[in-house]
């Protein structure tokens, strides 16, 4: 013989999961958003920087160089001499890649 539940009680567990994976939905996206805003606060990882006359990699802090690149900075347009010489900031490996592109390496 099958046990069959009340209707209303069908009804009271659907909405009781419901209401359970709705808050673990909202969960997810509460830590998610919050480890995205953490990564934002923390400013960038590196530097790119004019070293000796070379591009090269520093930390945001200034230590380094992590790497040296070949490409001479006096090479570069006026604009892009006088933003190394200051410090370009950098976020992630991601953003690395593009502006080492954008110098042309």
């Known amino acids: 013989m099958e046990n069959k539940l009340p209707k209303?009680?069908?009804i009271y567990l659907?909405?009781?999961g419901g209401a359970a994976l709705l808050c673990v939905v909202a969960a997810a996206v509460w830590f998610a958003r919050a480890e995205y805003d953490a990564r934002r606060e923390e400013g960038p990882r590196y530097l790119l920087k004019d070293n000796g006359g070379y591009l090269a990699l520093y930390t945001a802090e200034g230590t380094g160089p992590?790497?040296?690149y070949d490409l001479r900075t006096r090479l570069l347009p006026e604009q892009d001499v006088l933003?190394?010489?200051?410090?370009?900031p950098v976020e992630d490996e991601a953003e690395?890649?593009?502006?080492l592109e954008d110098y042309g390496l």
């Open 66 to 68: 992590l790497a040296e």
């Open 14 to 16: 659907a909405l009781l």
């Open 8 to 10: 209303w009680v069908r």
């Open 96 to 99: 690395l890649q593009q502006r």
């Open 83 to 88: 933003a190394l010489q200051q410090g370009v």
